[in-house]
C-alpha cells in the first residue's frame, strides 16, 4: 500500500520553557510523514525554497519517505513558524509565519503520489486540499486537517473540502467552531452528516477521541514526565494512525481504526519527548511496538498494567 | 462494609445555557452520598439549617443514605452557592456562597460514622478534614478532595491532611497548583511522594486519570450529546469511586481501582444529565451497570463496541 500527504514543509523555531530551537526541519507533512514511515510507504508533496538543503532532505530519505514530489522552487524560499509555549503546552502561541513558497503553492502530483491508496491533506488552505483530492482520486481513504484560520476565513471551501474526505482529524475545539456546537458529541454527528465516516477529536495532552457510526472510542495521551515540545504532535499522531491503516490493516474497520488511534498516540508521544523531529527521526520500530503494548495495558479496563 | 462522607450539605442556585434552578438540593456530601448509596452503606456528616426541611432528607433516605450524623443547627441557614456555567461547562463561576452554618462546624461523629471502613473528607476546610480523619481513624482507607482555595489560604493544613489519606481526588489544575509542577504525571508523583498511593485526577469532560505506584490508568469522560448541569459531577465520580471499592471490593488492588474509576465515570455521567441530583435521584442500579458496560466496550483497544 502507499500513502501520499500534502501539506507544510517548514524551517520551524521554537521556545518553550525546556529550550529553543531554530530553524529546526518541521511542517506538517514532515512530521507526518516521519511518523507514518513506521508503517507504510508514504510520499511528501510540497513546496520548498532553495534555502532546503540536502540535510533536510536526507532526514525524510534515511526513514524512506519519498522526496520527489517536493517542489524546489527556484529563487524562493521555505516556508517559516516561529512560535513558543508556556507551562501549558497545549497552546502554541505564534509569533511570526512566512508563507514564502507556500504563497504560490499549485500542487502537481505525480503518477506515483495520484496512485496512493490513502491520502492524508495536512492543514493547508482548503482550496488546495480539494485539488489534491481531486488528483488523488484513486485514494480509498482519504483524511483531512485543519484550523480556526481556515474555519475564520474559508468556511465554504473548508465545508465542501470535508464533504470529499473519509475522516476528520481536528483539534476538538476546532470541531466545535466548525459545527458551531458546543457538546462534541453532537458535533462529531454534525461532522458526519457532511460526508466522513470517522471523525478524530484531538485534545492535546488529554489525547484523542473517535467517533464512527458504530460508537466512540478514546485514548489518553502517552503519560509522560518530561514533554518538551509539542509542535506537530497533532501531525504525528495522523501519520501513525493512517501510516498504520495503510500499511498494517486489510479493512478500515472499528477494530483496525481503533489499533490506529493507539499509533497515533503512541507516535505523537514520542513526538512531544524532544525539539522539533529529532526523537521520531531517530526513534526505532521495536520502540514504537512497546509502547503500543504498554498503552494498551494502561487503558485496560480489567487487568494489571504491564 | 460502610462509608462515612464529610462535606457540604447545600442549596443550590444554578444557571446553564439548558435552564436553572433555584434552592436545589446540593453540596459535596449530597452528591457524593447518593451516587455512593447504589453500592453501599453510607452515612452523611455535616451540618444543615433550621430551613432545611423533610423533603431534602427524604430525597436522602430514600436511597437508603444514613442521615442521622446530619447535624440541624437550631437557628441557622444551610450552606447556599449560587453559580453560573456559560457553554463551556467545564468552569463554574460562582455568584455567590454563604457560609452559614459552615462557618462554626465542628464534625462530630457517631460511633457509626467513627466505624466506616473507608472514609471521604470531600471539600471542605483542611483543618476540619484533620479533625474527622482522626476520629474516624478506624477506616482503612481514606480519601481526600480539595479545591484552589484552600491551595492559595491553608496550604500547610491541607498538605497535613493529604498526608493522612490513601487517595487524593482533585482536579487536574489543581494538581499542578498544589505541587506547583507543570507535568502531570511528575505531579502525581509528587502528590504520592507526601502518602497517599493514589491520585485521581478529575479532567472534567476528558474524564479522569489514576496514577498509582503500578501505573497510569484514564478514561474518557462517557460521551453525551446532552449535558445540562456539572454540579456536583466530581463528588458523583468520587462516590462511585469510593462506593465501588468499598461495598463490592475485597481488596483495594489495582483492578478494582480501575474497575472503581468506571463506576466513578458513570455516576458522574447521570449526574450531568439534568440539574442537581434529579437525576441520580431516580436512577436504578441496572441503568450503572448496562452504562459500565457501554463504557468498558467504549474504551476496549481492540474489539466492536456494544
Known sequence: MSLT????????????????RERML?????????????????????????????????????????????????GGRTFVWRGH?????????????????????????SERSRAAQMLF????QPQLQRQVRAQCDGAAFAALDSMNLWIETAREP?????????CLILNDAEIRQLTEEPNLARAARAVMSLGPRAVVAKQGEY??????????????????????????????????????????CD????VALRRAMGYGTVLASFNVEE???????????EEVEDRFQALRAMTQFEGLPA
Do not use: M
Open 5 to 20: 500527504v500534502v501539506g507544510s514543509i517548514a524551517f520551524d523555531s521554537v521556545r518553550t520553557p525546556f529550550g529553543e
Open 26 to 74: 518541521g511542517g506538517s507533512a514532515v512530521h507526518f510523514s516521519l511518523a507514518a514511515s513506521f508503517f507504510t510507504e508514504v510520499g511528501v508533496v510540497g513546496p520548498v525554497g532553495e534555502d532546503f538543503g540536502a540535510d533536510q532532505l536526507a532526514v525524510l530519505a534515511e526513514r524512506g519517505v519519498r522526496t520527489d514530489d517536493i517542489e524546489r522552487v527556484a
Open 85 to 109: 509555549y508556556e507551562y501549558d503546552l497545549n497552546t502554541a502561541h505564534t509569533d511570526d509565519t512566512q508563507l514564502n513558497v507556500f504563497g504560490d503553492f499549485a500542487p502537481k502530483l
Open 121 to 124: 491533506l495536512a492543514n493547508i
Open 158 to 166: 473548508l465545508l465542501a473540502a470535508i464533504a470529499e474526505v473519509d
Open 207 to 248: 489525547g484523542a477521541a473517535l467517533f464512527t457510526e458504530r460508537g466512540f472510542f478514546a485514548l489518553p495521551g502517552f503519560p509522560l514526565e518530561d514533554v518538551r515540545d509539542p509542535t506537530g504532535a497533532g501531525d504525528s499522531f495522523a501519520g501513525g494512525f493512517l501510516g498504520h491503516l495503510d500499511g498494517e
Open 251 to 254: 479493512e478500515i474497520d472499528e
Open 275 to 285: 525539539f522539533g523531529v529529532e526523537r521520531v527521526a531517530r526513534l526505532r520500530r
